[in-house]
Structure formats: C-alpha cells, structure tokens
C-alpha cells in the first residue's frame, strides 16, 4: 500500500479481491482495481453504485469545498452513462467545525443534488474525536435506469477513438493553487495563478459523461482521478484488454496548468485530474460528441484509439501506470511550508 492516496492493483488484488462477500447472480459489475462503479441488475433496471471518500478542506471556503464534496460523490457513477438518481452520505466530523459550518456544506449539497434531481435517502452525520479535515466521511452515489443505456468501464474496442474533456491536472492546478495561493504570489505570473485558480469549477466530470453519453455511441468511460489522464487510460485499457494510443499534442491544456504544476514540481500527466473525462466512442459517434460537449461549453477534444495488445502508449512509446499520485507529496509539502 503506498504512503499517500489508493492502493495499488497488486495491493487491491492480494487484500481485497479475494475477500467480496457473497457471490450473488444480480452483480453484473463487481469491484475492479482503477473501476469507477459497480452494477447490479434487478427486474430490468440497472443500478449503478459508487463510493468515495467526503472530501472538504476549509481553506476552500466550506462552500466551495462542499460543492467540490458532493459532485466527487456523483462522478464516479455518472461515467456509468446514467445520471445520478440516489445519495447515501456519512459524515464523521471533527469536534471543531460549527453548526453554521456544517449548514453551510448540507445546503450546498442539497442545492447540487437538487441540480440533478438526485434524493438523499439515507446517511449518519455525527461529530467524533479523531475526526479530520480533508477526510470527514464517505458517501454512496446510485443510478438507477435502462441497463441498455449503461457504459461499462470495460466497453472499450479496438478502432473506437479516445475522447478527452478539460485536459491534464485538472484538480491539482485548482486545490493547489488555492490552496497555496499566497506562496505562489511572487513566484508566479498573476494571469497564470488566477488562470490556475479558475480550474476549481472544472473539478467535475459529471456533465461532461452525462453529455458524452447522450450525444453518441460511447463504449467506455473513466474519470481521470488518481494518476491522471496517464493512469485513467492505462485502466481504461485494462480493464477492457485493448491498446490505447494516445497523441499528446492532441490533449487540450487549460490556462494556468502547466503554471501550477511547475511551480508545485509535479508532473501534469500522472497527477489528479477530478474533471477530466476520458471516453472511448466508436468513430461514428466522435463528431456527435464532439459537437454536444462544444454546446454546453465543456473543452474537449479527440486525442487517440484504442488498438489491438495491452497497455498505453503516448507518442509511440509504451507507458506504464504511474503507480503513485505526486499530487499528495505536494500538497504534503506545501502545507508545510504554509505553516512555517
């Protein structure tokens, strides 16, 4: 298990796959190391589930961080190609955070599910010793709808061409660089840390698979968190035992990026990219998506295939999964420096 962030597959799959409960005939989709969401079918709906950590830093501003909280809750279901439906919501709180806090993350939770017509239908909120910011619980995100109109994480084929939204580290230029903003003034352009600090609102894939998925025949798709654009295509490519190739110059880097990531020493490939959508969608379908994600104002752009063998590569050479996020070492190191 690393120091900082997920496991790895070889950890995933020595501790915690052979250890799944029951088998039951209604799991259609279990879990997968570097798979966004499971699936269980019952009298003909699909129900797609995912879990994930509630993730709100108060240097945000609890509402910024609590918009940023709920849509992490619902992306890795909607890359299922079925719009949220349901939330389940825990919240193991620090002693220290305040009623008026905690209103303050409940209605902009409430406001963001509202948005997308899901109902919180159950959860548990408390506060307890122990209990620390960033992590102060998890949550359970359902959809419910037609298993016709379901995009498996493993649909990808060979020919289909790779779909890209908002481009490369995505949510480290963000959290980064409001995280440590006042450490950057100086070192960095004005334009590039203001440019870098618009990226938060980008930190959402969720209309990006929602459009995707309406616009054309999308085969797969994955939200590029931990281990970046590089990491989600290598899973994606796993996952469905094909080849992808990727053209790099292809991919569309937004404002302030490159900034932040060179001022924080990370490399913009391999780092958390909340946001950014990766799809596979078979060539018929390519400028239909295209032309749907343009509509709704969300950067994106055609960048490579899917192949015949395993693996990906970048620009003709093989590239293996990163294994770990440089993201977390960064923000480690920077908080303290911050406190200094």
């Known amino acids: 298990m690393p120091e900082l962030g997920k496991v790895d597959r070889e950890f995933f799959d020595e501790y915690i796959y052979p250890n799944l409960g029951a088998d039951r005939d209604d799991v259609t989709l279990g879990p997968q190391h570097g798979v966004d969401f499971g699936v269980v079918e019952t009298d003909g709906a699909a129900i797609a589930m995912a879990t994930d950590p509630i993730f709100i830093m108060p240097s945000l501003g609890f509402e910024r961080a609590a918009w940023f909280a709920v849509h992490i809750l619902m992306s890795d279901v909607a890359v299922s190609g079925l719009a949220?439906?349901?939330?389940?919501?825990?919240?193991?709180?620090?002693?220290?955070?305040?009623?008026?806090?905690?209103?303050?993350?409940?209605?902009?939770?409430?406001?963001?599910?509202?948005?997308?017509?899901?109902?919180?239908?159950?959860?548990?909120?408390?506060?307890?010793?122990?209990?620390?910011?960033?992590?102060?619980?998890?949550?359970?995100?359902?959809?419910?709808?037609?298993?016709?109109?379901?995009?498996?994480?493993?649909?990808?084929?060979?020919?289909?061409?790779?779909?890209?939204?908002?481009?490369?580290?995505?949510?480290?230029?963000?959290?980064?660089?409001?995280?440590?903003?006042?450490?950057?003034?100086?070192?960095?352009?004005?334009?590039?840390?203001?440019?870098?600090?618009?990226?938060?609102?980008?930190?959402?894939?969720?209309?990006?698979?929602?459009?995707?998925?309406?616009?054309?025949?999308?085969?797969?798709?994955?939200?590029?968190?931990?281990?970046?654009?590089?990491?989600?295509?290598?899973?994606?490519?796993?996952?469905?035992?094909?080849?992808?190739?990727?053209?790099?110059?292809?991919?569309?880097?937004?404002?302030?990026?490159?900034?932040?990531?060179?001022?924080?020493?990370?490399?913009p490939w391999i780092s958390i990219s909340e946001g950014t959508l990766l799809a596979t969608v078979d060539p018929s379908g390519v400028d239909d998506v295209l032309a749907a994600l343009d509509e709704e104002d969300i950067p994106a752009a055609e960048v490579g295939e899917v192949t015949e063998g395993s693996g990906l590569v970048v620009d003709g050479e093989p590239t293996d999964h990163p294994g770990a996020d440089p993201f977390w070492a960064a923000m480690a190191e920077y908080m303290q420096k911050l406190q200094a």
């Open 84 to 267: 949220p439906t349901h939330l389940s919501v825990d919240f193991n709180l620090p002693p220290e955070i305040t009623n008026e806090e905690f209103r303050t993350v409940w209605e902009t939770f409430d406001e963001e599910a509202r948005k997308f017509d899901v109902s919180v239908v159950t959860g548990h909120t408390g506060r307890y010793e122990g209990c620390n910011y960033p992590m102060v619980g998890g949550g359970t995100s359902v959809s419910v709808g037609d298993p016709d109109d379901l995009v498996r994480p493993d649909g990808a084929n060979v020919g289909d061409r790779v779909v890209l939204t908002k481009g490369p580290a995505i949510e480290a230029t963000g959290l980064l660089s409001i995280q440590f903003e006042s450490l950057m003034r100086g070192e960095v352009a004005d334009d590039d840390i203001d440019a870098a600090m618009d990226r938060f609102y980008d930190m959402s894939p969720v209309e990006d698979a929602l459009t995707a998925a309406a616009a054309g025949p999308v085969t797969a798709m994955h939200d590029a968190t931990e281990c970046g654009i590089y990491g989600g295509l290598y899973e994606m490519a796993r996952s469905a035992g094909v080849g992808i190739e990727l053209d790099r110059d292809a991919v569309p880097v937004l404002p302030g990026v490159e900034a932040a990531c060179d001022f924080f020493g990370i490399d």
